[in-house]
């Protein structure tokens, strides 16, 4: 069962930048994605990538903003977020599936279709 761990939420002004990080223990890859929260709302897909990283796909609300890559050789996920909005503001999760047999778009629509969740990492954006 792998583990992951997120890391690199804070606190920033609109139009920052912010890197989010999901370490997933052990060496084996994953589909992997982020997510974000807030209360009272569903968990929404923000990036994902397939298990052998060909595929990146994004939702339609950060693309060109958020960039999603992997670092094999720390089997980490990263999350780029740039020109950050109040409507960024979420709790960030982390989430890991044996595969994304349905394509990323429909995972990230798909909550379910992950195995494994991280704890999350908060990123607050004031205005």
């Known amino acids: 069962q792998v583990q992951l761990v997120e890391s690199g939420g804070e606190s920033v002004q609109a139009g920052s930048s912010l890197r989010l990080a999901c370490r997933l223990s052990?060496?084996?890859?994953?589909?992997t994605a982020w997510f974000r929260q807030v209360p009272g709302n569903e968990r929404e897909g923000v990036a994902g990538?397939?298990?052998?990283?060909?595929?990146?796909d994004y939702a339609d609300s950060v693309k060109g903003r958020f960039s999603l890559s992997r670092d094999n050789s720390k089997n980490t996920v990263y999350l780029d977020m740039k020109q950050l909005q109040p409507g960024d503001a979420a709790t960030y999760y982390c989430?890991?599936?044996?595969?994304?047999?349905?394509?990323?778009?429909?995972?990230?629509?798909?909550?379910?279709?992950?195995?494994?969740w991280g704890q999350g990492t908060q990123v607050t954006v004031s205005s």
């Open positions: 989430a890991a599936a044996y595969s994304c047999t349905a394509g990323i778009p429909y995972a990230l629509r798909n909550p379910s279709s992950f195995n494994f």
């Open positions: 052990g060496s084996d890859q994953y589909c």
């Open positions: 990538i397939s298990r052998r990283g060909g595929t990146i």
